[in-house]
């Protein structure tokens, strides 16, 4: 008989949902009944990036897949907003606040940690906050709603991410800190300063060496201002609280666990606290005398735990933490690893600072100079992963280590080769992925980019810090199986794509032929002219039967439709945000009938009707062209469908017109080439019934507008869109989405989606919108007005051709006979046609078309 | 070689769009007839329409050019592609198209098959 023993884990936070996808991942939750506690409403989500819900990130995207359906499939009862109250050691009985009794033969501590609030007078009362949840970025919310200055008591780490978190919502703020300068405990004093310089910069008031005696309130309770020790004042209207963290470790204290002298559960190097039953793990646990408030310990930890419990034959244990990091705070990097102080006896420092660039580099070396200790990066962290694996994996160092952050004549520090890392070297710490698993996986796989490492490996997908050194490696690795890496188009052209484009337009270069001329050689080939005509639509956005560019056009833009296996074509209508009257429909089914077509309802909402030969082509759209339709691009490179859901005029849900905005989207960005299709969604509340997150550009209707979400993908690679913009107006919405559009147009790779586009962009989501919403680059105005031009001169290509004689004549299977082509044979099934197979062919009457 | 009895005319010049391809029907024969330029001028070709891949009757909508100068046709169904010359597949040595022969007379174009 199997037992099913019972595993109770205490917290449900980052790191306890770890220890769940760990403990899943070994096969646990089906030998243990797991039932996991934790105290706040919502499921373990993102603490680490707090500060990016006022940023425009929804709550939601916070969330770690910790959904409650996650723990449901598993079979893991999650129990939200309740907290274990006391734990009986002696009957194994955890009870919670709400007073479930819940026996264990096992229980993990994954309390993690409270914000320390110093004992300040005043600190009780309206007005003072701490900031470690999304209830507390709440809370912050309501009190700013009201407040003009917000000040921050602590500069470290988590201080200077609440400090943004004020900034975003509109406060003048200030950060008081008790240290002579800013994130004591990862930076120094030069590092610091510069810091400092930086974020003052950004408009954040800092005051060092604060010691805050009180925090004066007027008659009504309302925050007056702070006094400090040296008698300066400082008003304000707000507080929050972010002088460290403390071991949330009562539980333990009262059921007599062993605890740390400052705090912590005390617990083995296989996360076992004094009571073999109980567990601990993250903030909560203490090995050898400290606490770790980082995740990456945290994360550790419940792997540790989970091997522990699963008496895994080859069990992961603590022999220690690498406390190095690598952030971006409002938008400065900064980097610490390693002995960042240089307190190893007889440790050399070399530094490198640049107070008018705001760069600082220090490395600390080993007394002879041939090992890496630490290091400490502010304002430039891109050698941070070469640098902190060549400290991870003792690589020996070059006889002038300060090459390695002078700034070259580039501007940049010449860096350490990857070449120089063992095959060991961890390189993604997050999915702890080896240099040798990714060089592996680019022989194996023969990739050639960055992306395909990141699904093959996961590599890079988790805090994104090892990107340069996955792309170091690629380049290494391709170099030594002989591939050359060029970015040039093809043999004709000794440019990429981005460059043809930029001298298309900067020449104003009208043709293939003129661009051949002037920029290449030879003839071209099926490679470079579809690429070149994409190019030359999307700048002039001239027919594209025009016959210059005719001979450039692949067959489907050659004859404006489909090609299918047996040489005919499909045609797709325009059904803009897929809304089509019934007389439209009517259209359809008489068209298919007429012309003998299989009919197919489309993922975008619209019509495909197949088998039509070429010389039907335009007889086939005379008809739909007199019902009102339009060519839908199905066909190109181009845009294709805004799909949509009904939205507020028909949906009890809808909060917005979403067929309305579709439709308005389409009919702007109809007609419009790109380097690959584009497709898109306009969702009319947060249910996502049009799939939006699965779209190049999507849009989601919020109770205050829309949130614009980009470079989404289904198709062979699904990929989740990130958020642009959240809560824009319409204008806004079209704005974004010109600029977004044709900044991707200029600088995407030939046929790459968005998503791919998007997985290769340095600086990420960050950048995007920098360059799309803040118009960092200072080229909006020249993406509209291109946009623009593009609107202004769209034509429906199907009428145009339609309507003249010339090119209608380019539209017949053969050039000296109206005969319809003898090889496109029919057969009948499911009540409609599909072509002949080559056997049936053989035996087969055709059916009447 | 064929004979000069055998020439069918079967378009003008001005039929085919320059580097591009029209297909004219011989007998029930599919023949895909191009017109290219390259450096040394303007050249035609004639070529079995069939795509020996896919079985289809396509290659007269492929799209042309040239690899290392050598002139081809590109099946617009699976790329695969064919000297506009000899009918050789670039991508695949054991397969070949049908070639025919094509001039210019005046301003016809003539084809024999």
């Known amino acids: ?849 | 070689m064929t004979t000069t009895s055998s020439w069918t005319p079967v378009c003008r010049l001005a039929d085919i769009v320059p580097d591009s391809g029209v297909c004219a029907l011989l007998d029930g024969r599919q023949i895909a007839v191009f017109r290219v330029r390259d450096a040394a001028g303007e050249h035609l070709f004639a070529l079995d329409n069939r795509d020996p891949f896919t079985g289809a009757m396509v290659l007269s909508r492929g799209l042309v050019g040239d690899k290392s100068g050598t002139l081809f046709v590109a099946s617009p169904l699976l790329k695969q592609r064919f000297d506009l010359r000899t009918g050789a597949c670039l991508d695949d040595a054991a397969v070949r198209v049908a070639t025919y022969g094509v001039r210019l007379q005046g301003e016809r174009i003539e084809i024999a098959a």
């Not at chain 1, 963290?245 to 666990?257: E, K, N, S």
């Not at chain 1, 270069?509 to 050689?521: M, N, S």
């Open chain 1, 1 to 849: 008989m199997i037992t099913q023993r019972n595993l109770v884990v205490v917290g449900n936070g980052m790191v306890g949902h770890r220890f769940a996808e760990r403990l899943v991942a070994a096969g646990l939750h089906q030998g243990w009944n797991v039932t996991m506690v934790g105290e706040e409403r919502r499921a373990a989500y993102d603490r680490v990036h707090l500060s990016s819900v006022f940023g425009g990130t929804p709550p939601e995207a916070l969330s770690l897949l910790a959904t409650p359906a996650w723990y449901q499939d598993h079979g893991i009862a999650l129990v939200l907003g309740d907290a274990v109250a006391a734990i009986d050691r002696g009957r194994r009985v955890a009870t919670t606040a709400s007073g479930r009794e819940l026996p264990y033969d096992a229980l993990v501590l994954a309390t993690g940690s409270y914000p320390f609030v110093p004992p300040v007078p005043g600190k009780d009362g309206p007005g003072c906050l701490v900031y470690r949840t999304l209830d507390d970025l709440d809370a912050i919310r309501t009190a700013a709603a009201g407040a003009r200055t917000g000040v921050v008591i602590g500069g470290g780490l988590l201080g200077l991410e609440c400090a943004n978190a004020l900034r975003q919502l509109g406060l003048a703020t200030q950060v008081v800190e008790f240290a002579p300068r800013l994130m004591a405990v990862q930076v120094d004093d030069a590092g610091g300063a510069i810091l400092r310089q930086k974020i003052a910069a950004l408009g954040v008031g800092v005051h060092l060496n604060k010691n805050t005696t009180a925090i004066v309130r007027r008659a009504d309770g309302s925050i007056e201002k702070l006094t400090f020790a040296d008698k300066s004042e400082l008003p304000c209207d707000l507080v929050v609280f972010s002088a460290g963290i403390r071991p949330r470790d009562q539980l333990a204290r009262a059921c007599g666990l062993a605890v740390g002298e400052r705090g912590g559960v005390v617990v083995d190097e296989r996360c076992v606290t004094a009571d073999p039953a109980i567990l601990a793990i993250g903030e909560v646990a203490c090995w050898q005398g400290r606490t770790y408030g980082l995740v990456a310990p945290g994360y550790h930890m419940a792997q540790v735990a989970a091997d522990t419990l699963a008496g895994a034959a080859e069990p992961a244990s603590i022999t220690g933490f690498d406390l190095s990091t690598k952030l971006k705070l409002m938008g400065v990097d900064v980097g610490s690893f390693g002995d960042a102080f240089a307190a190893t006896p007889g440790a050399q420092v070399v530094a490198y600072s640049d107070t008018a660039g705001e760069v600082y580099r220090k490395l600390v070396l080993s007394p002879d100079r041939k090992r890496l200790l630490g290091g400490v990066l502010v304002g430039d962290t891109s050698s941070y992963g070469a640098l902190h694996q060549a400290m991870l994996n003792a690589v020996t160092m070059p006889a002038s280590p300060e090459a390695l952050i002078l700034p070259a004549t580039g501007g940049k520090p010449a860096g350490l080769g990857v070449d120089s890392l063992p095959d060991g070297a961890g390189i993604c710490s997050c999915h702890n992925v080896s240099k040798g698993a990714i060089a592996k996986a680019i022989a194996d796989g023969k990739l050639t980019e960055v992306g395909q490492i990141k699904s093959c490996t996961k590599a890079g997908t988790g805090c994104g810090s090892c990107v340069p050194l996955l792309k170091d490696i690629l380049k290494g690795e391709l170099k030594k199986a002989g591939v050359e890496l060029s970015n040039h188009l093809c043999e004709h052209f000794r440019h990429s794509r981005q460059e043809l484009y930029h001298l298309v337009r900067v020449h104003g270069l009208r043709t293939f032929d003129a661009l051949l001329e002037r920029h290449g050689r030879g003839r071209g080939c099926e490679v470079c002219r579809p690429a070149v005509a994409s190019i030359l639509a999307s700048c002039w956005n001239e027919h594209v039967l025009e016959p210059a560019h005719l001979p450039l056009q692949d067959s489907n833009d050659r004859f404006l439709a489909n090609i299918q296996r047996d040489g005919t074509y499909s045609v797709v209508p325009r059904v803009p945000g897929g809304e089509i009257t019934p007389d439209q429909l009517i259209v359809l089914g008489q068209v298919a009938k007429k012309f003998g077509l299989y009919c197919k309802i489309t993922g975008g909402q619209r019509v495909d009707l197949f088998g039509a030969r070429v010389e039907q082509l335009p007889l086939v759209w005379d008809e739909l062209i007199a019902a009102g339709f339009e060519s839908g691009h199905a066909y190109g490179k181009a845009l294709r469908t805004v799909k949509s859901c009904v939205g507020s005029s028909w949906c009890r849900f809808g909060v917005q017109d979403s067929v309305g905005l579709a439709i308005r989207l389409e009919n702007r960005y109809k007609g419009l080439r790109s380097p690959h299709k584009l497709k898109s969604a306009v969702s009319g509340c947060a249910r996502e019934c049009a799939e939006a997150q699965g779209k190049d550009f999507g849009i989601i209707a919020t109770d205050k507008g829309y949130n614009l979400h980009v470079c989404g993908n289904g198709g062979m690679r699904p990929q989740h869109a990130v958020l642009l913009a959240a809560d824009l107006t319409e204008e806004q919405v079209v704005r974004y989405t010109d600029r977004f559009l044709m900044f991707y147009i200029r600088t995407a790779d030939r046929l790459e989606r968005t998503a791919t586009w998007f997985n290769r962009l340095e600086g990420g989501i960050d950048y995007l919108r920098q360059v799309v919403v803040e118009d960092s680059l200072g080229i909006a105005a020249e993406l509209e007005a291109e946009m623009a031009h593009i609107v202004a001169t769209y034509q429906d290509e199907w009428r145009t051709v339609c309507e003249d004689p010339a090119r209608r004549a380019r539209f017949r299977s053969f050039v000296n006979s109206t005969d319809p082509d003898p090889s496109v044979v029919m057969v009948p099934e499911r009540g409609q046609v599909r072509p002949a197979s080559a056997a049936e062919r053989s035996t087969l009457q055709p059916v009447e078309a």
